[in-house]
Nanobody, 115 residues
Framework: QVQLVESGGGLVQAGGSLSLSCAAS????????MGWYRQAPGKQREAVAHITSGGTTNYAGSVKGRFTISRDNAKNTVYLQMNSLKPEDTAVYYC?????????WGQGTQVTVSS
């Protein structure tokens, strides 16, 4: 079993920056891919960014060039640096970890961008 603890998020003005982190803990697990998703009110959850165990990254078109995903394998932690934030980035952000071929979700953290 893997537990995920997210931190970061909050309220920021448009054009500002925020950083999210998600730490995985548990016993006897091998993390494969890590990623971030978000869900805005009334919308479906969507993928934001993804990073493989080898460090290959992928981004949603709407955040490419503004968000950066990274990971620290020694700490089993994934990060999301969000710059040039827009009001449409407002959502609950969830980390997702694939560990030992099973998927796990964080509890979610609110990001609100005011115009």
């Amino acid at each position: 079993q893997v537990q995920l603890v997210e931190s970061g998020g909050g309220l920021v003005q448009a054009g500002g920056s925020l950083s999210l982190s998600c730490a995985a803990s548990g016993s006897s697990f091998n993390i494969n891919a890590m990623g971030w998703y978000r869900q805005a009110p009334g919308k479906q959850r969507e993928a934001v960014a993804h990073i493989t165990s080898g460090g290959t990254t992928n981004y949603a078109g709407s955040v490419k060039g503004r968000f950066t995903i990274s990971r620290d394998n020694a700490k089993n932690t994934v990060y999301l640096q969000m710059n040039s934030l827009k009001p449409e980035d407002t959502a609950v952000y969830y980390c997702n970890v694939i560990a030992s071929l099973r998927g796990y979700w964080g509890q979610g953290t609110q990001v609100t961008v005011s115009s």
